[in-house]
């Protein structure tokens, strides 16, 4: 097989403000993976959460060393069985295991004229509604993207929170209730509220009609946030507590719901075993993302049929999407009979220097 990578940057349509930063731009990097004349694609994003740019992303996908493999069979086995990489090459973290079960699913399914959701087990294509993120910012701005995001078509909007005021958070949940009454509503603190002030603002919150709070509390403490959801009004979602397998075995049954990434977990077949353990335990499969295009974003649109919250709006968020595919524009994102995940490239840009 041949490998061959390539970074480009994702500007937003206008910047993102959570409760630990603000964002304008994202690196990515664009893994395609040739074999027989057919070529795969996958995307890895930068992320300073998790301590990846471009340049450490460009060196950890090539020392996996995918040319050292006969077909996409064997390169996957090698992941699923983490024999990747062999000798002094560092560890390699899950968003680039994700970039390269993607470029390798995508091959695949190509390959053999199949969608990528038939090599995961669903049939029929479908559509999900995705949640779509409005970030800590005035008011009057809330408000009119609530009306504007309801007017398209969209079910859900996910309220970030954590402003340093927290009456701050609750005018915003409230003024967007009020401009898209028939919304369903999730928050997200992004760990930026102690337990005392969970405690004082869940309640109000439940009181606007939202309908679940993810990461409310500073992650590394799975225990604190277990005891939370405990008595919490509305059900808590774990998302930086949730990161691996092992996190969510430690969390199955005690939150109402965990945010599967693949960027976080490690891929497609890591967010399958992850949906397997909470099976029946009470707590409830979310799918999430980065900011990213439409390819980086595709792999979870296969698997979005199993999740009760779909939050795949990263794509959504870009001032030009370099992809398309998969839809959202209004409100739901989709699968197809294309082979492989189903994106093309339409956007011709620029490498990042």
Request: net charge negative.
């Amino acid at each position: 097989m041949k490998a061959r990578l390539r970074t480009v940057r994702l500007e937003l349509a206008e910047p993102l403000r959570i409760s630990r930063s603000t964002m304008t731009a994202r690196d990515a990097v664009w893994l395609g993976v040739e074999h027989d004349g057919v070529t795969g694609y996958g995307e890895a994003v930068s992320s300073v959460y998790y301590g990846l740019d471009a340049d450490t992303l460009l060196r950890l996908i090539s020392a996996v060393g995918l040319e050292r493999f006969v077909d996409p069979e064997s390169a996957l086995e090698a992941l699923s069985s983490q024999a990747l990489p062999s000798g002094a090459v560092p560890a390699v973290p899950p968003a680039v295991t994700a970039a390269v079960e993607s470029a390798l699913l995508d091959l695949v399914g190509k390959r053999d004229g199949v969608p990528v959701r038939r090599l995961l087990g669903t049939k029929t294509p479908f559509g999900v509604a995705t949640a779509r993120t409005i970030g800590i910012t005035s008011l009057a701005h809330a408000a009119a993207e609530a009306r504007r995001l309801a007017a398209s078509g969209f079910e859900i909007v996910k309220v970030k929170a954590g402003s340093s005021d927290p009456e701050d958070d609750v005018e915003r949940v409230r003024v967007i209730r009020d401009a898209a009454p028939h919304v369903r509503l999730l928050l997200d603190p992004n760990g930026a509220w102690s337990v005392a002030r969970a405690e004082r603002l869940l309640p109000r919150f439940a009181a606007l009609g939202v309908e679940a709070v993810e990461q409310p509390l500073p992650p590394g403490d799975p225990d604190a946030l277990g005891a939370l959801a405990e008595k919490s009004p509305l059900p808590v979602i774990a998302d930086e507590d949730a990161v691996s397998v092992e996190d969510v075995r430690r969390l199955a049954g005690r939150v109402h719901g965990v945010n599967v990434k693949l960027a976080k977990c490690g891929g497609v077949r890591a967010a399958l075993r992850i949906a397997e353990l909470i099976e029946g335990s009470g707590t409830e499969l979310m799918l999430g993302c980065l900011t990213a295009s439409s390819l980086g974003i595709a792999p979870a649109v296969h698997l979005a049929d199993r999740a009760r919250w779909v939050d795949l709006d990263g794509h959504l968020l870009l001032a030009h999407d370099p992809w398309t595919g998969i839809g959202g524009a209004d409100g739901t994102v989709r699968t197809s009979d294309l082979p492989g995940l189903g994106v093309e490239e339409v956007t011709a840009y620029e490498d990042v220097a």
